[in-house]
């Protein structure tokens, strides 16, 4: 079992749409949990880390952890074609030193 | 666009062959971590860097090994070269998870 699972998608919606994206782990023990973004030839961008259970907001992105169920989302609000590219989720090892990734979801959002 | 630079962006080497890749992190930034991402995958941890010790290493063979500089420079050596090992390898310098930023990339094909 992967430590982070992840839907790759394609992932396509139409311009203002509102975007969920989501993912499971697998160790209890992992308490930061984090989302970023990758544009196409980019390397990834932390848009956003959550400690812990609970709902983090900036902007148009909402991250959410329900650790009872080992659930991470991330929700696009008003999704704009710029936000076109691949969703990265991830959490920090125990150690705190190493970003267990998942696979990434390309996302489409047509104009 | 980051402080975060790589080098080369590309790189064709066959296999057998040695490699080096370098990142220039950013300034104050005393954390350096690097990490192989496969085509349609998640970054995977390669091993992480702080203040020129190895701080932390991933599921790799000792054929990949590593240097961070006193100038916030780094660098990845890859010996005995595997087409598997072509891959996109991206650094991230960090000053702790609020500051993370990943460079371009270095896209490695091995003939």
């Known amino acids: 079992q992967k430590e982070v699972e992840q839907d790759p998608g394609p992932l396509s919606v139409p311009e203002g749409a509102i975007v969920s994206l989501n993912c499971t782990y697998s160790n209890s023990a992992f308490q930061y949990f984090m989302w970023y973004r990758q544009y196409s030839r980019k390397g990834p961008e932390l848009l956003m880390y959550t400690y812990s259970s609970g709902n983090k907001e900036d902007g148009r992105f909402t991250a959410q952890v329900d650790k009872s169920s080992k659930y991470i989302s991330l929700f696009i609000r008003d999704s704009q074609p710029s936000d076109s590219a691949t969703y990265l989720c991830?959490?920090?090892?125990?150690?705190?030193?190493?970003?267990?990734f998942g696979a990434g979801t390309r996302l489409f959002v047509k104009a | 666009e980051t402080g975060v630079t790589q080098s080369p962006t590309h790189l064709i080497k066959t296999r057998g062959q040695q490699v080096t890749l370098r990142c220039s992190s950013q300034?104050?930034?005393?954390?350096v971590s690097w990490y192989q991402q496969a085509l349609g995958q998640g970054p995977q941890f390669i091993f992480q860097?702080?203040?020129?010790?190895?701080?932390g290493r991933g599921n790799f063979p000792p054929r990949f090994s590593g240097l961070q500089f006193p100038n916030y420079s780094s660098e990845l050596n890859v010996n005995a070269l595997e087409l598997d090992d072509s891959a996109l390898y991206l650094c991230?310098?960090?000053?702790?998870?609020?500051?993370?930023?990943f460079g371009p990339g270095t896209r490695l094909t091995v003939l």
């Open positions: 300034s104050g930034h005393n954390t």
């Open positions: 991230a310098s960090s000053l702790g998870l609020d500051e993370q930023f």
């Open positions: 860097y702080y203040r020129e010790e190895e701080n």
């Open positions: 991830a959490v920090l090892n125990t150690g705190g030193f190493k970003t267990i």
